[in-house]
């Protein structure tokens, strides 16, 4: 049986207090946004917010849930609020995305999102979830501040989505998807991850979302697993999504809505409503890449796939500096942490001979970092 960790990625700390040539971001453009030495440039922020979950996903999670993060060490409402702050009035960032494990489990969800939308006013506020419990939490967190919700659903059959996620809520999601169309959370965008057993329901799925107006997207399985058990010959591919939907409906490629949005879309029937099938294993979107992402305990991840980190906590929590050169700080360790981005999943090490379709595992699963 593999052993389940929350991972032990390699922890970068505070950038040299000097100019920004030195240290993490040699060669660096003098530039407060969040480039890398590819020409990207990071404004889409995913914050994750803790690792605990009410669902148990087999793609994602083991059975048993992630070891607890130690309560001193993930972020405060404060502390997420204040990077929040910094990403947007400093790097550029213009979409905050809360995730996690699910959002909905921080009691203080209200707060976190109180507290960003007064560091950032005109930012767009927005959370992954599973949405069990959000039928009695939307219409705190639309005063919150809350714009958007993506939620994911998997499946509408009772039991596939009681296979897949080891629990029997799918009434609790349905009711929450419910509740965010009647708050006025429009477009609700849902995220569904299919496997070989549950893909045979993606139709109805599609059929559901077409119904109640809500924006579905596919997403390939990544191999982010905490079990370890994702194999390249069980993938669901795009290809073979299109395959099983266009049985039922007829499908007109649109393309993409922007270069960096990962989802190509395909009207339903002659539309108006789309469907987005999101390839990224078989059809990497790396290139356009915009996100920089923070773990529950406060570290840069500037790709998914990519094992180095850097601490922010630390900064946060130092007494040796005052608030400006605290922002500073916080801000050119970012800024030397997303300079050295990867450039694509496992590329950086690639070697003559190697399977261009392999992907090494990472340290932390997708409920560690946060999707
Ligand atoms: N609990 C929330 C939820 O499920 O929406 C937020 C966290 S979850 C990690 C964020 C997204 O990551 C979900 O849409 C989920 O389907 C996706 N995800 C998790 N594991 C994945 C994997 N191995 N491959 C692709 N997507 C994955
Ligand atoms: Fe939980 Fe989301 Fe992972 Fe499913 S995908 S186990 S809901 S964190």
């Given amino acids: 049986m593999t052993a389940v960790t929350l991972g032990m990625p390699r922890v970068r700390g505070r950038a040299p207090a000097a100019s920004p040539a030195d240290g993490l971001a040699q060669g660096r453009p003098d530039t407060d946004a969040l480039v890398d030495r590819y020409g990207r440039v990071a404004r889409d922020l995913r914050i994750s917010i803790t690792e605990k979950c009410t669902l148990r996903c087999t793609y994602c999670m083991p059975a048993e849930g992630l070891p607890a ?44 999102l109180r507290l960003s939308r007064a560091a950032a006013p005109d930012v767009s506020l927005s959370m992954t979830t599973n949405a069990i419990g959000l039928d009695k939490r939307v219409d705190e967190l639309v005063a919150a501040g809350l714009d958007r919700v993506n939620i994911s659903l ?10 897949l996620t080891r629990r029997d809520r799918l009434p609790d999601v349905l009711a929450g998807v419910r509740a965010a169309l009647a708050a006025g959370l429009a477009p609700v965008k849902l995220n569904a991850v299919l496997m070989p057993e549950t893909v045979a329901g993606a139709v109805d799925l599609l059929a559901w979302a077409v119904d109640h107006g809500c924006h579905l997207r596919f997403i390939e399985q ?11 010959a069980d993938l669901v591919s795009a290809a073979d999504l299109l395959a099983v939907l266009g049985e039922r409906f007829a499908l ?39 996100r920089t992402r ?15 980190e850097t ?22 360790t970012w800024q030397g942490a997303m300079w050295v981005k990867p450039f694509a999943h496992g590329m950086d090490d690639a070697a003559p001979g190697r399977d261009p379709e392999s992907f090494a595992a990472t340290a932390r699963s997708m409920g560690a970092i946060g999707g």
């Fill in 69 to 112: 993060i130690p309560r001193e060490h993930l972020l405060t409402p404060v502390e997420i609020a204040r990077l929040v702050r910094v990403a947007v009035g400093r790097l550029g960032i213009t979409d905050v995305r809360f995730t996690g494990g699910e959002p909905l489990v921080r009691r203080d969800l209200a707060e976190i």
């Fill in 222 to 232: 990544m191999p982010l697993d905490a079990d370890g058990n994702w194999s390249r």
């Fill in 294 to 308: 923070l773990t529950a305990e406060g570290t840069v991840r500037s790709c998914l796939f990519g094992d180095d």
């Fill in 154 to 163: 998997d499946s509408v059959d009772r039991e596939d989505f009681a296979r």
């Fill in 311 to 332: 601490d922010l906590r630390a900064i946060l929590r130092a007494s040796d500096l005052d608030e400006d050169a605290r922002d500073d700080a916080i801000a050119r």
């Fill in 252 to 290: 007109t490629a649109v393309g993409r809505d922007d270069p960096s949005a990962p989802a190509e879309e395909w009207l339903v029937d002659g539309g108006p409503q789309t469907v987005g099938i999101i390839a990224s294993v078989t059809r990497s979107f790396c290139g356009d890449c915009d």
